[in-house]
């Protein structure tokens, strides 16, 4: 027998709609959603992060530390602990100050600073690199200390923790590949502040400046070198348009300074050295308030005049220089300061010095390798 | 930075594997359907017992199978189609590809074999983990076509 079976219907079982029509509709509302829910969330958290109490946040801290600490070569930490003694001085002229500062370098081809719950500072080594003068690390740090003053950096973890949060409800963060998309979005909204906020900062850094050193100069470097080096990169930035633009920044710092009265004019302190090897001293006791920060300098040891050095038996062998590098009293006549600098001239003697327990000293790379041997107690 | 480079390879990727899911979709169909059209004479029947009036030699099992996968651009589309629900067609052409591909390499199988009907065909259809991530993911599918191939008489 012979039959004649018609051939199947191609339209039946397959949809007509066009797949990338689909997609367009479907990303497009999604995105109109969870764009509404980002915002909702957005608004509640700056609502209740602020809330959240410093010991919470002492907490995040030491779990983060540890983490970047690790990250951290001698060098990198030898750099964190000069930026945290910085931190620390710019703090004492914000009179409510909750935090102890801790800096932490971090390697990074975008010069950049980031607030981190606890007081936490990262900076990246490009932004240290590049930087000229004390000043301009200065000023970004106090920037970071606005962030800190105003909370900003717990919104924006507590946006971040909130959003991934959702993702992982939705359960997008396993097996689909849509989870990598919304981390990338997730990662485009989390960093960034609000251009009020970035303007908030500024002014407050702005206001350290003035208080630490008397006058601006030096506060605007680090905006001045953005636009031919890193800042490239805030195409980021510009695209999620909520950092206030470069130009428009330095504008309004100008206009906040004169309104002010405050000068731009003064001299640079000097950033340390950065390629030093550094001897860690451990010997008595020091408050956080007689921090050392030493450089040495032709067979001397110099202390920035800045810092107290009561209670070191080296105080009395030192000239001191002032922070902006210049020799603001000598000891030519002390019988100690001369027989350091005659040790440090004949190879195998070991000058007494001590230092507080878990400071550290720098000692440049041009030094005479006897002092660097004989420095060490 | 890094992020946008990111976002645009992601975006590229997807387009680049929907242009190339799509054309090998589209030459699927082709050979599916002038396949079918060679095909149209082999019977093939769901019903188990054969009518009374037809007289066969030799019977026996012929089967057809295949095993699909989508492309990225697709899964990417029926992901986000799973967060509101609704008809996943971005799945249809491949299930629909599927079940034909099996059912036109069983009655190729027949007819090689010298059979002139299919009786009682079946589909079944399974699918195969993604042996990547967590196991919950899917590579693709089985679909396994068959049936009693029989000889008629006259």
């Known amino acids: 027998m012979k039959a004649d079976p018609r051939l199947p219907d191609d339209t039946v079982n397959v949809s007509q709609t066009h797949p990338l029509k689909e997609a367009i509709i479907l990303l497009i509302g999604i995105a109109s959603i969870s764009t509404l829910i980002f915002v909702i969330i957005a608004f509640f958290v700056n609502i209740t992060a602020p809330l959240i109490p410093y010991s919470v946040e002492a907490k995040l801290l030491s779990l983060a530390w540890k983490r970047v600490e690790k990250t ?10 000069n930026l945290k003694n910085l931190a ?10 909750p935090y102890t500062y801790h800096v932490g370098i971090i390697h990074s081809p975008a010069a950049n600073a980031f607030a981190l719950s606890g007081g936490l500072i990262l900076v990246t080594s490009s932004l240290l690199e590049s930087a000229e003068s004390e000043n ?3 000023f970004v740090l106090g920037h970071e200390l606005g962030h800190f003053r105003n909370r900003d950096h717990l919104k924006a973890l507590g946006r971040g ?8 409800a939705i359960g997008l963060s396993s097996g689909a590949n849509l989870g990598s998309l919304a981390g990338t979005a997730e990662l485009l909204t989390n960093r960034s502040f609000s251009r009020k906020q970035e303007r908030a900062a500024d002014i407050f850094g ?5 208080q630490e050193y008397g006058h601006l100069k030096g506060s605007d470097d680090f905006f001045n070198r953005l636009p031919e080096e890193a800042y490239n990169d805030s195409s980021i930035a510009d695209f999620a348009g909520t950092h206030p633009g470069t130009q428009q920044r330095i504008a309004e710092l100008y206009e906040f300074a004169e309104g002010k009265g405050w000068t731009w004019n003064g001299p640079l302190a000097r950033l340390l050295p950065q390629n030093h090897p550094f001897i860690d001293f451990d010997g008595a006791d020091a408050s956080l308030n007689s921090t050392l920060v030493p450089t040495a300098k032709c067979g001397q040891l110099h202390f920035h005049r800045k810092y107290r050095s009561d209670g070191l038996t080296v105080k009395s062998l030192v000239s001191t220089v002032d922070r902006y590098g210049k020799c603001q009293k000598q000891n030519p006549c002390n019988r100690s300061s001369w027989l350091l600098r005659q040790r440090a001239r004949s190879a195998p003697a070991r000058p007494r010095v001590s230092c507080p327990r878990g400071r550290q000293f720098y000692i440049p790379t041009d030094q005479p390798a006897s002092l660097l041997h004989s420095s060490s107690v | 930075m890094d992020v946008i480079l990111q976002f645009i390879i992601y975006i590229s990727i997807l387009f680049m594997t929907y242009c190339i899911g799509s054309y090998i979709e589209h030459r699927h169909f082709q050979s599916i359907r002038i ?43 029926a992901a986000l189609r799973t967060l509101v629900g609704g008809p996943i067609k971005s799945y249809e052409p491949l299930l629909d590809r599927a079940r034909r591909e099996a059912i036109l390499r069983m009655k190729e199988q027949a007819l090689s074999q010298g059979y002139d009907a299919i009786i009682n065909a079946r589909l079944e259809t399974s699918r195969l983990a993604s042996s990547g991530g967590d196991g919950k993911g899917t590579s693709g599918i089985e679909v396994l ?7 008629l008489l006259g």
């Open chain 1, 72 to 81: 951290m070569d001698t060098e990198q930490k030898s750099q964190g602990v």
């Open chain 1, 88 to 97: 620390n001085r710019l703090a004492t002229h914000w009179p409510d100050n």
């Open chain 1, 136 to 138: 301009e690390m200065a």
């Open chain 1, 161 to 168: 923790i909130l959003f991934k949060l959702l993702i992982s």
């Open chain 1, 206 to 210: 702005l206001s350290l400046m003035h």
């Open chain 2, 35 to 77: 396949r079918e059209n060679q095909t149209r004479d082999m019977m093939v029947i769901t019903f188990s017992q054969t009518p009374e009036e037809w007289k066969y030699t030799s019977t026996d099992l012929v089967c057809g199978n295949i095993v699909i996968s989508l492309d990225y651009f697709k899964r990417f589309l």
């Open chain 2, 145 to 151: 076509a068959f049936g009693t191939g029989l000889k």
